[in-house]
T-cell receptor, first 114, second 112 residues
Framework: DTGVSQDPRHKITKRGQNVTFRCDPI?????LYWYRQTLGQGPEFLTY????????KSRLLSDRFSAERPKGSFSTLEIQRTEQGDSAMYLC????????????FGPGTRLTVT | GQQLNQSPQSMFIQEGEDVSMNCTSS?????WLWYKQEPGEGPVLLIA?????ELTSNGRLTAQFGITRKDSFLNISASIPSDVGIYFC????????????FGEGTQLTVNP
């Protein structure tokens, strides 16, 4: 089992640009989560999928954010018209059908908006 | 915003010492988890707790699910330098589906 992987690990972009991140969950994990973490804080929930269905979205997920999991495997998180306040670590996690609440995290994508 | 209060915010200890940290909330949680995060990496799951009063160990780590369901505790015995990192508690409410709420973390420094 290779664990949750995320790509890219680091992204620097200029304000106003669009960015897209990818997450590959642990194989056979049917639930996939996105969290955002700013410096000195714990992760904050953004959204989660069960298979390809997006079941819950946080108020943190503004209209500029969209997440997809089209085939129930990998997921993408897109941020449109990035703002400096979007600078954060974006973490992906996955969990298995039997142990739904044990979420295993990837290494994260560090986004810096200049 | 964060609903879990972790204390202490930071700890500086000598190798070999035992460590205790806790997490409290005004809300009831049905699941408690403890994670460790190192710089530039994602959190790593250490222990998961599912029942009030439950005491679970993972090597030198022991965690407890508080009887009131509003708190949890993590103990590390005989600390070693590689225990350095930020320890986060996370809780799940029955009404919040699968989303986890995280505390702000306890930064642990171990001096050799």
């Amino acid at each position: 089992d290779t664990g949750v992987s995320q790509d890219p690990r680091h992204k620097i972009t200029k304000r106003g640009q669009n960015v897209t991140f990818r997450c590959d969950p642990i194989s056979e994990h049917n639930r996939l989560y996105w969290y955002r973490q700013t410096l000195g804080q714990g992760p904050e929930f953004l959204t989660y999928f069960q298979n390809e269905a997006q079941l819950e979205k946080s108020r943190l997920l503004s209209d500029r954010f969209s997440a997809e999991r089209p085939k129930g495997s990998f997921s993408t998180l897109e941020i449109q018209r990035t703002e400096q306040g979007d600078s954060a670590m974006y973490l992906c996690a996955s969990s298995s059908p039997g142990l739904t609440y044990e979420q295993y995290f990837g290494p994260g994508t560090r986004l810096t908006v200049t | 915003g964060q609903q879990l209060n972790q204390s202490p915010q930071s700890m500086f200890i000598q190798e070999g010492e035992d460590v205790s940290m806790n997490c409290t909330s005004s809300s009831i949680f049905n699941t408690w988890l403890w994670y460790k995060q190192e710089p530039g990496e994602g959190p790593v799951l250490l222990i998961a707790l599912y029942k009030a009063g439950e005491l679970t160990s993972n090597g030198r780590l022991t965690a407890q699910f508080g009887i009131t369901r509003k708190d949890s505790f993590l103990n590390i015995s005989a600390s070693i330098p590689s225990d350095v990192g930020i320890y986060f508690c996370a809780g799940r409410k029955e009404t919040s589906g699968s989303r986890l709420t995280f505390g702000e973390g306890t930064q642990l420094t171990v001096n050799p």
